[in-house]
């Protein structure tokens, strides 16, 4: 069973820029496609972007595409979602979740993944 620990969050201006990281316990950390999911409060988690075992696929939700990129170090078992021109909207709970997956395999549904942080704030102020 992998712990996952996010680490990052805070308190920023709209336009400003954050990253966000996630560590994990498991050795084998490079057998597990991991994603970044966000729930803000009153809604429905929504898949952020999502990365596979050897971080050579990877998927970004339309909402924030082209403002969030997704990496993935094994060596340290970390990944890590930089987030720049922050928007009022992207605020939420940000939450790494992980599985063991396929080579090449990236999953956007929340609920494929079986292992969760506990989560980390953020919040853009408007």
């Known amino acids: 069973q992998v712990t996952l620990v996010e680490s990052g969050g805070g308190s920023v201006q709209p336009g400003d820029s954050l990253r966000v990281s996630c560590e994990a316990s498991?050795?084998?950390?490079?057998?597990?496609?991991v994603a970044w999911i966000r729930q803000a409060p009153g809604k429905e988690p929504e898949f952020v972007g999502g990365?596979?075992?050897?971080?050579?696929?990877?998927d970004i939700a339309d909402s924030v595409k082209g403002r969030f990129r997704i990496s993935r170090d094994n060596a340290q078992k970390t990944v890590s979602l930089q987030m720049n021109s922050l928007k009022p909207e992207d605020t939420a709970v940000y939450y790494c979740?992980?599985?063991?997956?396929?080579?090449?395999?990236?999953?956007?549904?929340?609920?494929?993944?079986?292992?969760w942080g506990p989560g980390t704030q953020v919040t853009v102020y408007s």
């Open positions: 979740e992980a599985d063991v997956a396929v080579t090449g395999e990236v999953y956007s549904t929340v609920s494929r993944y079986s292992y």
């Open positions: 498991e050795p084998s950390f490079s057998a597990y496609a």
């Open positions: 990365i596979s075992r050897g971080g050579t696929v990877k």
